[in-house]
């Protein structure tokens, strides 16, 4: 059973020359941890926000964003959106303290996510908070960052969603906090069959805590493997290059930086939209039509030359992966 069911989503805002989203897929399932990677200004937190209908303002939508098969995400208005962000659906973002109102105390966050106290208890004990019903009566300045998080995490569980979205959750906090949080988000997973979708730029960290990955460039998933294939065998140029640039505890290997820049919403493609900072293009890329290419472990990979490799050494006639682009929707 599929959780969150993303479908070659697109997402255009007015005045950009491309989508801020390019048929965008992906799903994740209950109890299943799946990650979200790429740099600043990919799409990630787009991605994410579109599981609560929240688009840009603007915004106009083609494909689909299903939420238990039977919740059309972008069809939903009014009430029903309303009922969807507060119920079966929760977001935790990189700082606490602006989730949390500083004048309030803990107990008064909780009681306005339909928790009484009891409940409130019970929720700060599920996060690991010690003395719970004294938490209730502190204010935000008096917990650190990581029992802040906690507290967000508490509120967030309060309507006991099936899928948590984790945006840069544990981005702000030190090493040690941050192992904390994830060792809890993991133990909430399999304790409550949870879906968490964690976005993070850190792909060392996606491949450590989750069970699949995606990684997005320029508004595209570029590829999508378990955790450990895309950590051990990366396919994509891209994904190659994001490994090789960010530092592995205990190796004294050099960093190599991906040459350029991502591109911006202003800047428009006629090829792969890599191309400009890939090592291994060929001239084809230049006008090459993006499409997801199989992988042998049934990970995917956009790339025409991984594509090519890929097909070649399996035998295979490189099928391309059908659109199924079904919804049309535009949200203010
Ligand atoms: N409401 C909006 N109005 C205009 N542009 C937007 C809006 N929301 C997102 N964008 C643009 O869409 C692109 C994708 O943004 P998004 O926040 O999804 O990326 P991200 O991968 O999550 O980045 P980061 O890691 O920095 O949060 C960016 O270029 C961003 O500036």
């Known amino acids: 059973m599929t959780l969150l069911d993303i479908k070659d989503l697109t997402v255009r805002i007015p005045g950009a020359a491309r989508p801020v989203l390019d048929s965008v897929s992906l799903h994740v399932a209950p109890g299943e941890v799946v990650g979200l990677v790429g740099e600043s200004g990919s799409g990630k937190s787009t991605t994410a926000k579109a599981a609560i209908g929240l688009l840009p303002s603007g915004a106009t939508a083609t494909g689909s964003v299903r939420f238990s098969s039977d919740t059309d995400v972008l069809a939903l208005t009014g009430e029903r959106l309303r009922a969807h962000r507060a ?45 719970p019903a004294r938490r209730l009566r502190q204010r935000p300045h008096e917990l650190s960052g990581g029992m802040l998080q906690r507290v967000v995490i508490a509120g967030a569980l309060a309507a006991e969603p099936r899928l948590l979205l984790a945006d840069e959750a544990t981005s702000a906090l030190d090493v040690t906090t941050q192992a904390e949080i994830l060792a809890l988000l993991r133990t909430l997973r399999a304790d409550r069959d949870l879906g968490l979708l964690l976005i993070t730029h850190d792909l060392h960290l996606a491949a450590a805590y989750c069970d699949r990955v ?64 890939c090592g291994e293009s060929e001239e084809s890329c230049e006008t090459w039509t993006p499409q997801r290419s199989p992988l042998e472990d049934g990970g995917t990979a956009e790339c025409a030359v991984v594509g090519r490799r890929s097909a070649r050494r399996n035998g295979w006639a490189q099928p391309p992966v059908p659109s199924t682009a079904t919804t049309k929707a535009s949200h203010s």
């Open 214 to 277: 995606y990684v997005m460039y320029a508004g595209r998933v570029v590829e999508s493997r378990s955790a450990k294939a895309l950590f051990t065998t990366p396919a994509h140029p891209y994904t190659r290059g994001l490994l090789a640039c960010s530092p592995t505890l205990g190796t004294t290997q050099t960093l190599h930086p991906i040459p350029g820049r991502p591109p911006s919403l202003s800047d428009t493609f006629t090829g792969c939209p890599f191309v400009s900072r």
């Open 87 to 131: 119920g079966p659906v929760a977001m935790v973002h990189q700082d606490p303290r602006a989730a949390l109102n500083p004048v309030r105390r803990i107990g008064d966050f909780l009681q306005e996510r339909g928790a009484d106290r009891a409940r409130a208890v019970e929720l700060l004990e599920a996060v690991g908070l010690s003395s």
